[in-house]
T-cell receptor, first 111, second 112 residues
Framework: EAGVTQSPTHLIKTRGQQATLRCSPISGHTSVYWYQQALGLGLQFLLWYDEGEERNRGNFPPRFSGRQFPNYSSELNVNALELEDSALYLC??????????FGSGTRLTVV | QKEVEQNSGPLSVPEGAIASLNCTYSDRGSQSFFWYRQYSGKSPELIMSIYSNGDKEDGRFTAQLNKASQYVSLLIRDSQPSDSATYLC????????????WGLGTSLAVNP
């Protein structure tokens, strides 16, 4: 079974630009979750998508947005990048209440 | 009160010892409990899940759940330096069967 795949692995952007991060869940998983983890800090919940709908949103500004496609893959968009957006962005998928499986993450660096 | 609490550590144990990691949660109706391991700069990896009171063993890992006292623990027997990582406790609250509520993690250092 293929795991959760995220792309790109690394992304370098300049302040003010837009970043798009992509995630493909495990086959059969309908829920996708996005998290931000700044260096040395805990997981910060960003977004939860299920069956194409946004189910829950964390305490982040509107310039963080995303969507889920009919094949359950997802993308996270970050507009007007700020230096403090530099972090590891993690995607996870699940099918039920059996926990999440995480991808390897996208390391976003804003310069 | 935070929904899921863990001691941040660092917890330091000698190689071969038992490491004991604890987690408490506030929602008495919580149904599902998970332990993840996260190495620095890497993504969290699910190592144990537990759904009913008692102990669940998997290799060197034992998860213990006590719903009456609202705590879940993780024991690591014969600790190895490769076990050095941050251990995250996560809980699914009652009425929300998908979203994990995370603790901030306990840093474990196993000393050779």
């Amino acid at each position: 079974e293929a795991g959760v795949t995220q792309s790109p692995t690394h992304l370098i952007k300049t302040r003010g630009q837009q970043a798009t991060l992509r995630c493909s869940p495990i086959s059969g998983h309908t829920s996708v979750y996005w998290y931000q983890q700044a260096l040395g800090l805990g997981l910060q919940f960003l977004l939860w998508y299920d069956e194409g709908e946004e189910r829950n949103r964390g305490n982040f500004p509107p310039r963080f947005s995303g969507r889920q496609f009919p094949n359950y893959s997802s993308e996270l968009n970050v507009n007007a990048l700020e230096l403090e957006d530099s972090a590891l962005y993690l995607c996870a998928s699940s099918r039920s209440d059996r926990g999440y499986t995480f991808g390897s993450g996208t390391r976003l660096t804003v310069v | 009160q935070k929904e899921v609490e863990q001691n941040s550590g660092p917890l330091s144990v000698p190689e071969g010892a038992i490491a004991s990691l604890n987690c408490t949660y506030s929602d008495r109706g919580s149904q599902s409990f998970f332990w993840y391991r996260q190495y620095s700069g890497k993504s969290p990896e699910l190592i144990m899940s537990i759904y009913s009171n008692g102990d669940k063993e998997d290799g060197r890992f034992t998860a213990q759940l006590n719903k009456a006292s609202q705590y879940v623990s993780l024991l690591i027997r014969d600790s190895q330096p490769s076990d050095s990582a941050t251990y995250l406790c996560a809980v699914i609250n009652a009425g929300n069967n998908r979203k994990l509520i995370w603790g901030l993690g306990t840093s474990l250092a196993v000393n050779p």
